[in-house]
């Protein structure tokens, strides 16, 4: 099996881009016929975990290869033996060839591939953010990759059309593509789970049951990831209202440390930036230590008090502290329902761009003195926030994946007040769910009437 994996990772397109059209001959590679590519997509979890009593490793991608060689179940089976097509649960198109890496004319020098599950994979964000990270340029370029994207059984075509694009773009680093519609098939060892898809709230819908309706969802995902996610998954949640998500998301998965959960609050932390350099007439990299407190709603805050431009506090860079306060927080807060309005959609191409960002900081040390915003279990923090909630807090990592709660930030009365509405209100949508995480007794009663998320004034 081992050898099977090896050879998962040598699979087409690195090679196709890499070789002559001789050598793709010698090694008898061919395109999957089209009856063949289109047989492949999605088949139904049970069948093929019932039907075809393969191993785990045996399920997915190039890595099918070997077990259908040990014990030919199909036609095509015989045909994988060959050389060309290996037949995948899930995998697509280019994406089910396979190759002998012993015969690679230099073996390249990169890591083992990394897999990276992402809901909501037909939907905006994941259109940019797909190509960004097939392209290396959020793992790095030494950094082979296996995309596992879910769908919900209304985008599985969109979820072919998505992967199509990805086949023709000739993307070295990306080895294996698969596709499903079941999280207990596309998250099995997921090494990151990047959770985007999630309903928009509708006309007329309540905030309650916008929370009621996704974190459903997001406890679906959170046992499938405990079920057959690698251990050490990071779980990045986006889909809104994305810190309850991640809390429902983490609950559900007891078995992965509940420090590997994010909400994402890096796109907050981004637009306050460009709103600092902007009012300082200084360019975005001048504008550091920048930490978005509390929840990504209109209750959210961006901390001005701790925040540095060219290594000096704001307000002595920015003297108007009534801009500050009543222009720029809610500036942020309301950033993405401004873009909204203008754009017809919300932010999907700059929240891309931040979840590039937030992996980033995750997998590469923070600067000297820095820090970023997340989304992250508020236990054991050290400025008195309720112990029990995803909360958007200064972080800082090593670039192994973790982090670690930065302390020591000064938080004055005007920063206290507000911390503490988010708070009450990240609560109170915690009551609004406890029961998705087997906690009854929750009395579902937001504060300040219905609050909003960022897109939606
Ligand atoms: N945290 C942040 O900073 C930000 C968060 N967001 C949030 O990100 C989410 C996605 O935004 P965007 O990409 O623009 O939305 P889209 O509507 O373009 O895409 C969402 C996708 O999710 C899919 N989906 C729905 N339910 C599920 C499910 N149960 N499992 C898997 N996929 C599912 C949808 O498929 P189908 O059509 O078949 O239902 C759709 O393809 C939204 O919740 C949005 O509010 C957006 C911007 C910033
Ligand atoms: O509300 C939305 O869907 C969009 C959003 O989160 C944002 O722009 O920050």
Not at 88 to 115: A, H, I, Q, S
Not at 217 to 238: E, M, P, R, S, Y
Request: glycine residues 8%; contains cysteine.
């Amino acid at each position: 099996m081992a050898a099977a994996k090896v050879a998962t990772l040598q699979s087409a397109a690195g090679t196709l881009a890499g070789v002559s059209q001789s050598k793709l001959l010698d090694r008898k590679i061919h395109a999957a016929p089209l009856n063949l590519r289109r047989s492949l997509f999605v088949p139904s979890f049970e069948a093929k975990h019932n039907g075809m009593g393969r191993s785990k490793q045996a399920t997915r991608g190039g890595g099918v290869r070997a077990a259908l060689a040990e014990s030919p179940a199909k036609p095509e089976a015989a045909a994988s033996q060959n050389g060309a097509v290996s037949e995948g649960d899930n995998c697509f198109g280019v994406f089910c060839l396979t190759y002998d890496p012993t015969k690679e004319e230099k073996p390249k020098t990169w890591k083992k591939t990394l897999r990276i599950a992402v809901s909501g994979a037909a939907g905006q964000i994941s259109n940019h953010l797909l190509f960004k990270i097939a392209a290396g340029e959020v793992f790095g370029q030494d950094q082979p990759i296996a995309l596992n994207l879910l769908g919900s059984s209304r985008s599985r075509e969109a979820l072919e059309g998505v992967a199509m694009e990805l086949e023709d773009s000739l993307f070295p680093l990306l080895r294996e593509v698969s596709i499903g519609v079941e999280p207990m098939q596309v998250f099995r060892d997921a090494d990151w789970a990047l959770l985007i898809g999630a309903k928009p709230r509708g006309p007329g819908m309540e905030r309650s049951d916008l929370l009621e309706l996704n974190g459903q969802i997001f406890a679906d995902q959170g046992k499938a990831l405990n079920a057959v996610a690698n251990k050490d998954v990071k779980v990045l949640v986006v889909g809104n209202p994305c810190n309850t998500n991640a809390l429902i998301c983490m609950e559900n998965a007891p078995d992965i440390p509940k420090k590997n959960f994010h909400a994402l609050t890096r796109l907050d932390e981004n637009r306050a930036k460009c709103q600092l350099a902007l009012k300082a007439g200084v360019w975005y990299d001048a504008v550091t230590n920048m930490t978005i407190w509390g929840n990504h709603s209109t209750t959210q805050v961006p901390d001005f008090v701790n925040a540095k431009i060219y290594g000096h506090p704001v307000k002595d860079v920015i003297k108007d502290t009534h801009w500050l306060e009543n222009d720029f927080t809610p500036a942020i807060q309301t950033r993405g329902g401004k873009l909204i309005k203008k754009w017809g959609r919300s932010s999907a191409a700059s929240t891309a761009v931040s979840i590039a960002d937030a992996i980033k900081s995750l997998v590469t040390p923070t600067p000297e003195g820095d820090w970023f915003s997340s989304g992250v279990w508020s236990e054991g923090n050290p400025y008195g926030i309720a112990q029990d909630l995803v909360f958007s807090l200064p972080c800082r990592s090593e670039g192994d994946g973790n982090y670690e709660v930065v302390s020591g930030l000064e938080i004055d009365a005007w920063l206290r007040e507000r911390i503490q509405k988010s708070e009450e209100e990240l609560q109170a949508e915690k009551n609004c769910v406890k029961h998705l995480f087997g906690e009854f007794g929750g009395v579902c009663d937001l504060p300040f009437g219905d609050t909003l998320l960022p897109g939606e004034q």
